[in-house]
């Protein structure tokens, strides 16, 4: 696809990054309200005090709130690789979407180009473009289980799963192997194959299987 035509409408709510720290993040978000013109008015609300550096719109028309060099407030509690403050760490991306239906070919082609500018602008790798429920697993359940994480893992825009399966499954290196990943410490089991599954396996269900230690390669 050809460049993006962004089009700009600042939100107050935003500040400078902490500690100097610049994006090796990107968290991926759905908006759960009705429609593109109403998450802007939230994300641009003082009162509402969040925001997000883009909004794509069901047609694909993106509109940047925040710029990239600010922290934008679109995180909130959690942390990746062990590392909190994750609005200092990242750039965050919403999608208008209520979280119960695919997303649009239009919105998916437009994150795709816009995915590829930021992580080149960032240096962000593959790895570094996570969802909301991945930093906040079970507090957060968004992008969900509609989003086509694969179709942007084959393009390069987001980790590959990895091919490895244990002979035997238990919680405990589970729970390890999805630390190692970068999923939060301290995450209850449920949760944290619940965030796993929204990821890599969003038709899976019941107990834990072999097939659930297939979390991004390194």
Known sequence: MGALN?????????GPRRDGLTPGLIVIHYTAMANADAAIERLCDPLAEVSAHYLIANNGSVTQMVPEEERAWHAGAGSWCGLDDINSRS????????GDHPFAEPQMAALEGLLGGIMARW???PAGVIGHSDMAPGRKVDPGPHFDWGRLARQGLAARTAADEPADVDNNSFVARAQAAGYPADTPFDALLAATRLRFAPWRSGALTPADYKLQAS
């Open 6 to 14: 962004i089009a700009q409408h600042p939100s107050p709510n935003c």
């Open 91 to 98: 750039i965050g991306i919403e999608l208008d979407n209520r």
């Open 123 to 125: 240096a962000i790798p």
